[in-house]
């Protein structure tokens, strides 16, 4: 195809759709190709980014990186707020930031030791930095190039990281049309619709170019060998350089011949993200990984150990269950006895999370059975004091999981509060912060979930107190504070969880609902809508955005929530009753009617539906049926203030139909 893909005058507005995709082989022809591209979009008063978002090429965050990387300065000059805010989100796709962003909010999961590392991030975690950089980029772009036009080349985005697709998959839907990008990415040939498919977009343009497949140059290995070996003396021992370096080394390791090099790289790989709960960008670095241990240091078993137990955990954030099981089982059958005690300790625990809280449906007796063998394991052992004590600790708290499971809320509390009591008194003050933490918060939920409220609140008090950067410590304080009508401090907690990391939708309902709670409706659907911008699918956020718009008299607004929240659930019942109301105080009575019909069918015991449904029958005209509503509403025992109400109702209903017979 030898026309630009963006035609003339205006060649970055030419696509039907904001996002285009062209097919084509990798290689200096395609990259010129949309570097030529590129040029005519600039030509026409675009601002240009050329980005490189193949996986190999720079890691999870391939392109979003270096995106940020680019316009990260320009921020910085004209909006500093906006790098103090984001800060928690900048230095995950940006970790040099780390040195001169010092602020950034650190948990105790983030400073944890390895041998005090006993919580990963969650994938959801994860995703919320994704948020976060779409606000970034939104609040900066909107206010400073909001008359720029922007395009954006994602070169080899089908070979990108999950994280990096998920980024420019959100921009594009949350933003894409308001800050006037257009997104153009490209993708090896018969890629193009998983492409569209990853980026949520089946309207988006698609290209096909017939360009000549070109096969990389590899450099020299001794060359590249140099180059390494000087990338790693500069790097020395600071993580956070190799971690930046990180995809460079694998590449320049790879042609210089040294797999052994490669394989303890993927292993660090693993290693970290994992830890930062990118499970499925973290177990790229881990396929092959098993198969390069046995040939590169078969020799070290608890190196070879070590990555089986790195895999395990990837397959349970991954939610691939089975495959987790079977390497734990081949593991426990092959390689158990060839190892030190501490690392059996590890499988059996990391086998009964598998079964008690990841397989469904979970298999309790299975998740004690080997949390069981831990505790011989742990006995047996030979630790250290202090080891010990927190071996055993851990273990238990596995089981006080498995009986808050069960419902049996007492042991497990009695297990949460006997274990810190022996970490009080045998472990070190300065150590195992962390985990001293979890237990204080999982025995918060617990007693949350028993009534003992108070407790509950002095409890993740504490948790908080330990780990005050933790923001979902402060939102599940606040979801108990608001259950228990203490607005006011619910809310406090909820604009907390926001300020202390990046953005996630259930906050924002939350707080949203604390609002609605203060009748602070304007408020209410700020937040709602803030929940919905982030995931639009959230029943609950739409529900209450609708039900505050009622309340402040936006009709239209209401209505068309009602509408969206009916189309993703019409069997929520509450929704069409209040959509019935709405058509009502409008004046369509049959479309009102409609309605509460429906709500009725759904949900034949409320008492109110029958009386809303007698006002609507009643200015229809047809009384005898508004009498007969009434009627069964004061047949299901309502109260006694409703009781009144449909008695005058149905007595002012029942003087209408003897007024018609007289006449």
Known sequence: ??????????????????????????GARRTRYLEKTMQEAFAAGSRTFVLCCDFDEGGPWSGVASLFLQIFPEIQATRPDLIERHT???????????????????????????????????????????????????NWKSEVEHDIHW??????????????????????RRRGEVLDIHLVASAAPGGGEALRASLNSQTADLLTLDLPEEPKIPLDSGYAAQRAQALETQIGNDDIEKRVHLPELIRLWRQAGRLDKVFRLKLFGLTVYLHLGLYLDAMRYGDGLMQMAAEHASADRELGWRIVMKLLNGFMGTQKIEAGLQLARHAELELAQQVKPAARIELWYLMAMLY????KPRDFAMGEEYLERGLIEIEQAHLSAEEYHFQRVFNRNGLAMIRTFQGRYSEALDLCQSGLDLLNSYVGAHKHKLHRSVLIYNAAQVLATIGEHEKALDHYSQAIAMDPNYSEYHNDRGNLLLALGRFEEARADYLKAIELG????????????????????????????????????????????????????????????????IARDANLWEAIASRGVLHYELGNLAASLTNFNRALELAPGQVGLFKNRAIVLSELGRHHEAAHDLETALGLNPSEEERLDLHARLDAIMQKLNADVTT
């Open 151 to 172: 395009t954006v080349v994602c070169d080899g985005l089908d070979h990108a990281g999950k994280m990096s697709s998920h980024f420019f998959s959100e921009l594009m």
């Open 88 to 138: 928690h989100e900048l230095v995950h796709i940006l970790p040099q930031l780390r040195v001169s962003l010092p602020g950034w909010n650190a948990t105790l999961t983030d400073i944890a030791t390895d041998s005090e590392r006993v919580r990963s991030y969650s994938v959801d975690r994860a995703f919320r930095v994704v948020n976060g950089l779409v606000d970034l980029l939104d």
């Open 1 to 26: 195809m030898a026309a630009s893909a963006f035609g003339q005058p205006q060649v970055h507005r030419g696509f039907s759709s904001r996002i285009a995709i062209i097919e084509a082989n990798p």
């Open 502 to 565: 990046a953005p996630f939708f259930e906050v924002f309902t939350n707080l949203g609902q604390c609002y609605r709670n203060l009748e602070d409706f304007e408020q209410a659907v700020k937040a709602y809508s803030r929940a919905l911008d982030i995931d639009p699918g959230q029943l609950l956020a739409l529900l209450g955005r609708a039900q505050c718009h009622e309340q402040l008299g936006h009709v239209e607004a209401a209505m068309a929530d009602y509408d969206a929240v």
């Open 356 to 359: 008690a809280r990841f397989q």
